[in-house]
């Protein structure tokens, strides 16, 4: 009788270690199983990137050409994935404004690899202005913390990455449903911070973002083509 308690002990033990690994790589609640380029080195290093805090440790950013447009950062109910928050940038009239972490800047080194992300959904109000992207990822790359890399910033919209010219990236636009700007970035040599910029980009009306981060990611990661 011993033997058998001790066997359904042992193997009442062995079903819930299992089910812990197979929960915590995202088999059992919902999420999708890592990746080997997904582990646990990959910290997202913007804090609250995905809203659920408010507007904690953001920043709105609205320069001088657009301050009279009626240029606002808040967040609202619902976001992409069931959680509770998501990023609203809004404006009156076709403005250029953006978010950014107020962690700034982030230190980085030449040749580090790192993978920006953010979701992006349009209300039916959104309005691109002619010639623009609508809304990119702004990698704002300096020499020091107070002088700009003279080589320009890398820009990451629907139809991939450029630097120093975002018009390269004119073409899809947000849409109602939730889609993904995404690039593997390089950084260029001269280069030792960044800070990573949501842009709403000659556009009016309102703007979602969910689920922005920056993570290092390692040499086999391939990098995104930077358009010409």
Known sequence: MRGRIYFISVFSLSVLVVGFLLWRNGYLNGSKPKSAHEGPALKNLLANGDFERSIAKWKLFVPAESQAAGCSFITVPEDRQGGQLRAQLAS???????????????????????RLTAWVSADADFQVHAGTPGVVLRATLFEN??????????????????????????????????????????????????ILFVYVWRASGKLWVDDVSMVKVDASVPLTPLLQ
């Not at 636009?173 to 260029?188: D, N, Q, V």
């Open 145 to 194: 913390p107070e002088k700009d890399y003279p080589g320009g910033h890398i820009f990451v919209g629907f139809k991939g990455a450029a630097i120093g010219n975002p018009a390269l990236l004119i073409g899809q636009l947000p849409s109602r449903e939730w889609t993904k700007i995404e690039a593997t970035i390089k950084i260029p040599r001269g280069v030792n911070y960044l």
């Open 92 to 114: 009156e009239a076709p403005a250029r404004f953006g978010i950014f972490p107020d962690r700034l800047p982030i230190p980085v080194r030449y040749g580090d690899r790192y």
